[in-house]
T-cell receptor, first 112, second 115 residues
Framework: GNSVTQMEGPVTLSEEAFLTINCTYT??????LFWYVQYPGEGLQLLLK?????DKGSNKGFEATYRKETTSFHLEKGSVQVSDSAVYFC???????????FGTGTRLQVFP | DAGVTQSPTHLIKTRGQQVTLRCSPK?????VSWYQQALGQGPQFIFQ???????QRGNFPDRFSGHQFPNYSSELNVNALLLGDSALYLC??????????????FGPGTRLTVT
């Protein structure tokens, strides 16, 4: 079945460091891929998305590229801020459904 | 434009009781999905409602049921609560993208604690 695997956290970085959070997926067909962010005590916010191979999603300095050959959608940011501290979820929707399948989440902690 | 809203924010129930959670989707969205997020885990799909019918269901027992009203708002009901039902319950409304595929917007969630 469809699944998403994320790197385990927490990821601890100093402000202005480079961020990578790895995400790989297993799916039939051509899924759409998403990154959601969850700040403490809040629900999920859509951070970025990509709907087909080689698409790059970007928002607020974060980027992720849909790599079909490696079934990956790694999240990157060139310079993190303390305010980026949150839990990040990689997710997919397979082509014939609108049910989201999530990874287990990766906690990011950024220190000044 | 109001986003997805959920009520109540927090709820404490005792084992064996029943609970009802409520959700109003984003304006213009007609599809509502419910997810359960246990502590430290990713959300798990419970079910989805469209045109007042359950369209898809995840791997959850029949104790979990729902309803959608003509104004697209939705309820999640859980009967015979277990300690393991303690979680954040998230509602999401869906829009279909012009470029294909779907996009879901989430509410802030209802934190259910079962004691």
């Amino acid at each position: 079945g469809n699944s998403v695997t994320q790197m385990e956290g927490p990821v601890t970085l100093s402000e202005e460091a480079f961020l990578t959070i790895n995400c790989t997926y297993t799916a039939t067909g051509y899924p759409s891929l998403f990154w959601y962010v969850q700040y403490p005590g809040e629900g999920l916010q859509l951070l970025l998305k990509a709907t087909k191979a080689d698409d790059k999603g970007s928002n607020k300095g974060f980027e992720a590229t849909y790599r079909k050959e490696t079934t990956s959608f790694h999240l990157e940011k060139g310079s993190v801020q303390v305010s980026d501290s949150a839990v990040y979820f990689c997710a997919l929707i397979s082509y014939n459904t609108d049910k989201l399948i999530f990874g287990t989440g990766t906690r990011l902690q950024v220190f000044p | 434009d109001a986003g997805v809203t959920q009520s109540p924010t927090h709820l404490i129930k005792t084992r064996g009781q029943q609970v009802t959670l409520r959700c109003s989707p984003k304006s213009g969205h007609d599809t509502v999905s419910w997810y359960q997020q246990a502590l430290g885990q990713g959300p798990q799909f419970i079910f989805q409602y469209y045109e007042e019918e359950e369209r898809q269901r995840g791997n959850f027992p029949d104790r979990f049921s729902g309803h959608q009203f003509p104004n697209y708002s939705s309820e999640l009901n859980v009967n015979a609560l277990l300690l393991g039902d303690s979680a954040l319950y998230l509602c999401a409304s869906t829009t279909q993208l012009l470029a294909g595929g779907f996009e879901q917007y989430f509410g802030p969630g209802t934190r259910l604690t079962v004691t």
